[in-house]
């Protein structure tokens, strides 16, 4: 299966600094796109998406960008917060959802 | 409102049972996705059922791994047999349609194989 097997990369930030996680897709053809967020013991939960008509979109403290070119997705949280320490995910989309690997986020105090 | 419930949230279990997992998608989805993911790795993809169609079910790792939505609402994952690397937390997600809408998951059944 997609993604097995792949021991999570980890991103550290200081608390108040802006944080960037990055993401590779694989299908050329894939038109929606999501990043999620998750947290110990619990499910994934949705942070924001784009679409593939999009390059850029912003949500509140989150903006994500998405560069068909080369397949690549990133997320930008501005201000982090201790909060934010999470894995975070993105996904893919064309009739079903397939995720990336993941980044776990820990945020210093 | 309710969101997706997946029961049990845990279970133990001896190689060789079978385990039945549930999952509640949220009411009016289409769309139902299981997904496995080991300790401290990604999400694997299982199953995916659309509406009326034909499940797609080309991430169930062996045949002892089976999956039915009845009604087009509550689904069921069934392991037969299970072994110790069957041992991880199963994720359902639901969404109101399979393109362009997000998924929102439950909690996931925790799954321990002794």
């Known amino acids: 299966g997609e993604n097995v097997g792949l021991h999570l990369p980890t991103l550290s930030v200081q608390e108040g600094d802006n944080s960037i996680i990055n993401c590779a897709y694989s299908n050329s053809a894939s038109d929606y796109f999501i990043w999620y967020k998750q947290e110990s013991g619990k499910g994934p939960q949705f942070i924001i998406d784009i679409r593939s008509n999009m390059d850029k979109r912003q949500g509140q403290r989150v903006t994500v960008l998405l560069n068909k070119t080369v397949k690549h997705l990133s997320l930008q949280i501005a201000a982090t917060q201790p909060g934010d320490s999470a894995v975070y995910f993105c996904a893919e989309n064309t009739i079903k959802t397939i995720f990336g690997a993941g980044t776990r986020l820990f945020v210093k105090a | 409102g309710a969101g997706v419930s997946q029961s049990p949230s845990n279970k133990v279990t001896e190689k060789g049972k079978d385990v039945e997992l549930r999952c509640d998608p949220i009411?009016?989805?289409?769309?139902l996705y299981w997904y496995r993911q080991s300790l401290g790795q990604g999400l694997e993809f299982l199953i995916y059922f659309q509406g009326n169609s034909a499940p797609d079910k080309s991430g169930l790792p062996s045949d002892r791994f089976s999956a039915e939505r009845t009604g087009g609402s509550v689904s069921t994952l069934t392991i037969q047999r299970t072994q110790q690397e069957d041992s991880a937390v199963y994720l359902c997600?639901?969404?109101?349609?399979?393109?362009?809408?997000?998924?929102?998951f439950g909690n996931g059944t925790r799954l321990t194989v002794t």
């Open positions: 997600a639901s969404s109101l349609r399979g393109d362009n809408s997000p998924l929102h």
């Open positions: 009411s009016g989805h289409t769309a």
